[in-house]
């Protein structure tokens, strides 16, 4: 029964996961190797941007008229003011001082081809302000079905892009100076910064995603790719490099029962890949695909192995943040958070816009999803704005629990019978698993953290 209801509330993106059981790690099974990851290694000093699901959408391909508004009536994504926040975020990383650029995924709306050159043609103004840049694919962004254009009330499929196309259109943006490749996705590993690596993984299904349709939301790591990644960070430690990781899927529950409720949103079997990253020292990983400003913190029993998986939200989704992360000589990664507070089309109001936007377009995407289990009209005025205000909370970071988490008062039979068995996802969003979301300083030798 709960596991029918569970489909209630998946109108915030619908997934699969993919099944495979890897054998043993060669962490787990060799001496030479557990002796190997007692090393450890100084992080170099370093300064970088983090930013995530840009979603950007080719003005050229249409964002006025009926065929749009229709889409934008199922999305909650500022696809019309991606360009402009674009624009917005590149202004301001350009101004500030970094070493590189991480982007962990969904860099367009939906693949289109145009989009994509776009992006591109974005990130080259960063790299000609003295900064690299480093990008990964998310689920949106290859072999994409629904790469359309929108004309009046029509639209039309346009051209979308193959994975190699992807390492061509982004070669000057990790894939060119990679120092190695693994050869069935588009993971690579870089050095940013002398003495740094950063290993950039792709998760994403791309190879089973079906022409004319959407691609497909979850992630996973063949056997192949894991033992890919493996052979990299034993590497890293026989060269004494420090490493960090970005991906698009997470490897870490963001809120209780996250495993539960979005599986989709989390790497298939994201334990195994959480603790092995964790093993090789790889303690900060940068996820990104639920668009919620959201780190969570796992330490591995005695090991005293810690991995911290730091999500960052979308440009294209309140609160609009990017983050600054910067190692210190003492060993030390200062996160902090920005946001975009404005743009050309709302230079006063752009706050309180983006926030209704997403509220505004969560309680549509409710509402339909309820309507179609049959909850009353009335049940859903009254469930609607509650679950619209806890995932929006849920977003933003730094939960604060309000004292009533559900007001389940004036509520019928079926709607009590949904909050029986749903209510705990929303008690989950209003769960802020530690540490802070925005402002956090992680002390790297030793994985324990101080909320700024
Ligand atoms: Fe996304
Ligand atoms: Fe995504």
Request: charged fraction near 25%; aromatic fraction near 10%.
């Amino acid at each position: 029964m709960r596991r029918i209801l569970n489909l209630t509330l998946s109108f915030l993106l619908l997934g699969t996961a993919v099944s495979c059981s890897p054998p043993k790690s060669l962490y787990q099974t060799s001496g030479k190797i557990q002796a190997l990851i007692q090393t450890k290694t100084t992080y170099p000093e370093a300064r970088f941007i983090v930013v995530s699901d840009t979603h950007y959408f080719d003005p050229r391909l249409g964002t006025t008229g009926k065929a749009f508004q229709a889409y934008l009536d199922k999305d909650r994504k500022l696809l019309a003011e991606s360009s402009e926040l674009m624009t917005a975020a590149v202004q301001a990383i350009e101004k500030l001082p970094a070493d590189f650029v991480i982007i962990s995924g969904d860099l367009t709306k939906d693949g289109e081809k145009s989009s994509h050159q776009a992006v591109a043609e974005n990130l080259a103004r960063i790299v000609q302000s003295g900064k690299g840049v480093f990008v990964i694919p998310g689920n949106h962004d290859i072999l994409n079905g629904e790469a359309i254009a929108f004309d009046g009330d029509q639209t039309r499929a346009v051209e979308n892009i193959t994975p190699d196309e992807f390492a061509v259109i982004y070669e000057d943006y990790g894939y060119a100076a990679s120092l190695d490749r693994d050869t069935e996705t588009l993971s690579y590993l870089a050095e940013p910064v002398p003495g740094l690596w950063l290993l950039a993984l792709d998760s994403c299904l791309w190879k089973t995603n079906e022409p004319g349709k959407h691609s497909r939301s979850g992630g996973a790591f063949s056997q192949h790719t894991l033992q890919w990644i493996e052979s990299t960070l034993i590497r890293a430690k026989r060269e004494k490099k420090s490493v960090m990781a970005m991906v698009h899927h997470g490897v870490l529950e963001h809120y209780p029962s996250n495993d539960n409720y979005y599986p989709q949103y989390l790497i298939h079997d994201h334990e195994r890949v959480a603790e092995m990253l964790a093993h090789y020292d790889v303690m900060l990983v940068f996820s990104a695909h639920f668009h919620a400003q959201d780190i969570t913190r796992k330490s591995f029993g005695q090991s005293g192995k810690v991995i911290y998986d730091i999500e960052t939200g979308s440009l294209v989704t309140a609160p609009c943040p990017y983050r600054i992360v910067e190692i210190t000589f003492d060993q030390k990664a200062v996160i902090q958070s920005r946001f975009i507070d404005t743009i050309p089309s709302h230079p006063e109001d752009f706050k309180t816009y983006r926030e209704d936007y997403v509220f505004d377009g969560t309680i549509k995407l409710g509402d339909a999803a309820l309507k179609k289990y049959m909850v009353s009209e009335k049940d859903r005025q009254r469930l609607n704005p509650q679950i619209a205000r806890a995932y929006i909370t849920h977003l933003r970071g730094d939960e604060v629990r309000p004292a009533t988490i559900l007001d389940k008062t004036e509520l019928g039979l079926w709607g009590r019978l949904i909050l029986a068995l749903q209510g705990d996802l929303i008690d989950g969003w209003y769960t802020d698993l530690p540490p802070a979301d925005n402002q956090v300083t992680i002390d790297l030798t030793d994985g324990t953290y101080q909320n700024n």
